[in-house]
């Protein structure tokens, strides 16, 4: 069932957003060879904490992170650990937090140092699919015109999709309806409606499409280790537009004449 929010629910899960951004900021810029994922999170459950919030992700499903930090080729729900940055890593940092009982969630895949061009590029395209997909997300459009929007960008740039894993409704749960699938499936393909929040991700393998998941039944990683990216923002639709939740200041850094190239 779609949940579709009120003005009230939309105001509280765009100020959760907000938060989360400047959550995410912080620890963008934290983010240095040498350090640990273990460090990032500590300064995540401060932020969010003194922020007056709660970390979304920390015991869902028994998760034991405030943040899924995923490094090279762990794709997503990497769990934050004593393994240090090293340059030339892009590590992907995935927060989601609860703040007066609305829920935002955002990723983002930030490098360490000096990354290797062939990586640079992988990030741009990853960041330049969310941004497609974005641009269809708009009311009146349907699911699948977002998932083709992103898989038409992965495709053409030759990368890997990850299927089983997509983005989804969020707002008053960290999980809704409707799925989001990074690639046209044969999956409900519903309309956009007017106060529909979604979350938008794609995740992108340099190599293969094919995912395996870790002993530690949580880090999903690209089956041939190739280096995976991921963003994602939290998204309101509107009648006349679609607002990008959490989008941060620092991202007009990468504007769309920048990620199309
Ligand atoms: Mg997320
Ligand atoms: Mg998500």
């Known amino acids: 069932m ?5 003005s009230r629910q939309l105001a509280g899960i765009r100020e959760s957003c907000r938060l989360l951004g400047t959550v995410l900021e912080t620890l963008e810029s934290s983010v240095a060879p040498g350090i640990t994922t273990e460090y990032l999170d500590e300064i995540a459950r401060r932020e969010i904490s003194a922020l007056g919030g709660t970390p979304a992700f920390l015991g869902y499903q028994g998760f034991p992170g405030a943040l899924c930090t995923s490094i090279n080729e762990e794709v997503i729900h990497g769990i934050p650990g004593r393994r240090r940055l090293n340059s030339g890593d892009v590590v992907t940092i995935d927060c989601g937090i609860i703040y007066d009982g609305y829920y935002s969630d955002s990723a983002v895949t930030v490098p360490v140092g000096a990354i290797a ?4 590029r992988l990030l741009r395209v990853t960041r330049h699919a969310l941004e497609e997909g ?12 977002i998932s083709r929007a992103i898989f038409q960008i ?8 990850v299927r089983p894993y997509c983005g989804h409704g969020v707002g008053l749960a960290i999980h809704e309806d409707p799925q989001i699938p990074n690639y046209v499936g044969r999956g409900p393909n519903p309309r956009l409606k007017a106060g529909m929040v979604i979350a938008v991700e794609p ?9 395996e998941v870790l002993e530690d039944d949580w880090t999903v990683v690209t089956a041939d280790r190739s280096i995976s990216a991921h963003f994602e923002h939290t998204l309101a639709i509107f ?5 990008v939740l959490t989008r941060r ?4 850094l990468h504007s769309t004449a920048e990620v199309s190239a």
């Open 249 to 252: 200041n620092s991202e007009l």
């Open 203 to 211: 995740m992108v393998n340099m190599g293969r499409d094919e995912i």
């Open 239 to 243: 009648n006349d537009r679609t607002e």
């Open 117 to 120: 061009p062939e990586v640079e």
């Open 2 to 6: 779609i949940r579709i929010k009120t």
């Open 154 to 161: 992965i495709r053409e740039n030759g990368y890997g999709v």
């Open 134 to 145: 974005i641009l269809a997300a708009s009311r009146g459009n349907r699911v699948n015109d």
